[in-house]
């Protein structure tokens, strides 16, 4: 089996490339990335891509076709993959997100891939109130990051392949350890907080609803959606990925972890205007579906993780949130570096790019 994974370098990435190195052991691995993360890496223990066949580094929306040639399935991870880094480079994403995503899926369909399998996210659902969303439910896209996932379903679900199963993992907010982690998600954030300043600062009023899953629980519905027959969800599917048990507001977020780290004091920002994305997301589908493949980590599991990794690092930085794990800031350094245009294309090739930093 040959597995193309785009968006390998990034926080979910290597995750997942362990993950399907342990589940099929002598499937060719190929990685496709342009590295703007290259270099962030919170591991001791060496470059993820090592566990892969090949590293190809490029643009997806310059991904050339013959890539596809002989590749049984593909993992779409690449993205401009935050609601700041939308906001801030909307053009890019929706390039990079929408136009190059749909391409890929219609170019993996003429090379007969077998699993097509899309990174979607439950952002898609923004400000819902009155009870968890399910599939068929009405989308409140808020941003331009959300909007481009609502794109991308749209036209896979219009596209009709005939002998691929396309598979659109609405995935809840990541959290966890990876060996490029992001300190730009919610638990991740908190738990940072508490280690490097005894302090978990909510931003908003807390109330916002939150669904959760950790990045090793994603690695196994990707797993499940590379394998899943067509009696399993149909040609073209859509599903939430989580677990009920992990809708929670981010103020229960922020109390869990302060819990989990003695000593911690949680403030939030009463005055803060209300944050406008709070959903809480039905899982059901997806435990009907693929009960074999049920999210196993729970919170603290998923926070002793965290600070196992990062004690394994020494991390101690206060100024985390303007760091090298905050994703726009790493971007934004690059085109202050003038490594990167606007449009989020590199002009300096990725391995240079090393050299000169
Ligand atoms: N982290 C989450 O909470 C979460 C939740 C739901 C869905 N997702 C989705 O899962 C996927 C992976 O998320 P992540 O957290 O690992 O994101 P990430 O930002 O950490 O990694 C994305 C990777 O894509 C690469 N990339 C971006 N633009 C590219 C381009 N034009 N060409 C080639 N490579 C490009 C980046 O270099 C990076 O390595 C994304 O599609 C994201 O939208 C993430």
């Not at 990079?96 to 899309?118: C, E, K, M, Y």
């Not at 009960?291 to 690092?313: C, F, K, M, T, Y």
Request: glycine share 8%.
């Amino acid at each position: 089996m040959q597995i193309l994974i785009t968006g390998n370098m990034g926080y979910v990435g290597p995750v997942v490339v362990r993950h399907l190195r342990r589940r099929w052991p002598d499937a060719k691995l190929i990685g496709y990335d342009t590295g703007y993360f290259a270099d962030c890496l919170t591991s001791a223990e060496g470059l993820p891509e090592t566990l892969l066949d090949t590293q190809l580094f490029g643009d997806v929306r310059d991904l050339p076709p013959a890539l596809l040639d002989g590749v049984d399935a593909v993992v779409h991870l690449a993205a401009i993959s935050n609601d700041p880094m939308g906001s801030r480079y909307e053009a890019a994403t929706n390039e990079i997100n929408a136009r190059a995503s749909i391409r890929l899926a219609a170019l993996a369909h003429q090379a007969g891939v077998r699993a097509f399998v899309f990174a979607s996210s439950c952002s898609i659902y923004g400000f819902a109130e009155g009870g968890p969303r399910r599939e068929g439910d009405t989308l409140n896209p808020l941003t331009a990051y959300a909007r481009s996932k609502v794109a991308v379903e749209e036209s896979l679900h219009a596209m009709q392949p005939q002998a691929m199963t396309v598979t659109c993992l609405r995935f809840a907010t990541a959290c966890g350890m990876s060996p490029r982690l992001r300190l730009d998600l919610v638990l991740n954030d908190f738990v940072a907080g508490a280690l490097a300043s005894q302090e978990i600062s909510v931003l908003s009023d807390g109330s916002p609803w939150r669904p959760l899953i950790e990045v090793r629980d994603m690695a196994r519905a990707i797993e499940w959606a590379i394998a899943r027959d067509v009696e399993h969800g149909g040609r073209v599917l859509s599903v939430n990925v989580g677990s009920d048990a992990w809708n929670l507001q981010v103020r229960d977020i922020a109390q869990a972890v302060a819990r989990a780290v003695p000593g911690t004091r949680v403030s939030v920002n009463s005055a803060a205007p209300p944050d406008r994305r709070s959903y809480r997301v039905d899982f059901g589908l997806y435990r009907d579906l693929a009960p074999q493949h049920q999210p196993r980590i729970g919170l603290a599991e998923a926070v002793q993780a965290l600070r196992d990794g990062l004690g394994a690092i020494d991390f101690a930085d206060p100024g985390y949130r303007t760091g090298r794990c905050i994703r726009l800031t790493v971007l934004d350094q690059l085109r202050d570096r003038a490594a990167l245009g606007s449009d989020l294309r590199r002009l300096v090739p990725a391995a240079e790019e090393r050299v000169a930093a």
